[in-house]
């Protein structure tokens, strides 16, 4: 897993805060889209406490939400990655009615964990206390998260219904609630990783623990999503590559079986020949399922 999402590496932006019409990566959306952009939501000045809302262009007054968490290995990239090779699921996003929230995180570089789960809170947070201002539907949340993004928001998902304290900014725990998590070959059981990336001291595993997995095995656990599985947990579709050189798929599946014994509904999607990322991630009969889950969930 060392080499884990160092594939994803893409151009960070800057836009205003104030309501937008163009930027590097609009033309992803449908024509019209109304961007927010940059808007500061821990009320400092970090470059990574940004995060951008899309709006689709139909001039409702509220709109459910899906939250978009980037990969990078949790020290690269920023709220733009991921969005290219998913482009048509972007798209259809949008055009089906929701609003997409992009957040950026602390890298492990910067600050190691629990910061970027505490950033991730915090920002979900914002969007929840700030819905009216933007026109988001506080009540329907889904989260979407790539690799080291999968992880942290389905640790996310998974810890909302317990109380997590250093989780939270403060240790206050967030008043939303999440109704869907679609999870694309996020890491989930740190304590089962295989081979040098639970030795090694320079891999991004170790690098956002502070430590090895061999010397930090409770932090680990703690970082784990799969530590927070219980009855009362949101529906998961997780989608995984079957040839991921990076993330080993028994950790998808290792998710799906807790999930199922805890009686939560998921879908274990092993895409054939599939690495790590790229375009076979938004073929049409994923796209498909998650629609159906949005469809169940969000409507």
Known sequence: MKRIFLL??????????????????????????ILYGNIHYANDTLKKHLLDIYLPPTGKSSYPLIVWFHGGAWMLND????????????KAFVD???AVASIDYRHST?????????????????????AGKYKLDR?????????????????????????????????????????????FYGPSDFLAIKGNDSKDPRSPIS???????????????????????????????????????????????SLSSRLTAAGV???LIIVPGAPHFGVMFDADYIRARIFSYLDEYMK
């Not at 994803?8 to 889209?33: C, E």
């Not at 680990?220 to 040839?243: C, M, R, W």
Request: hydrophobic share 35%; with cysteine.
């Open 265 to 267: 509904k998921n879908e």
């Open 96 to 98: 089906s009615g929701y």
């Open 139 to 183: 009540d329907r949340i889904a989260l979407i998260g790539f690799s080291a993004g999968g992880h942290l928001a389905s640790l996310l998902a998974l810890s909302n219904n317990n109380h997590v304290s250093d989780f939270y900014p403060a240790g206050k725990k967030p008043h939303f609630k999440i109704r869907l998590m679609l999870d």
């Open 79 to 90: 709220k733009y990655a991921d969005m290219d090779y998913m482009r048509n699921t972007l």
């Open 110 to 130: 910067t600050a190691i964990f629990p910061a970027q789960i505490q950033d991730c809170n915090q920002a979900v947070e914002f969007l929840y206390q700030n």
């Open 8 to 33: 994803f590496t893409l151009v960070s932006i800057f836009i205003s805060a104030n309501a937008q019409t163009t930027n590097p990566k609009i033309d992803l959306f449908p024509k019209g889209t």
């Open 207 to 253: 690098l956002l623990l502070g430590g090895t997995v061999v010397d930090n095995p409770d932090k680990a656990k703690k970082a784990s999503p799969i530590t927070y599985v219980d009855k009362n947990d949101p529906p998961f579709l997780i989608v995984q590559g079957e040839k991921d050189e990076s993330v080993n798929p028994d950790q998808s599946r």
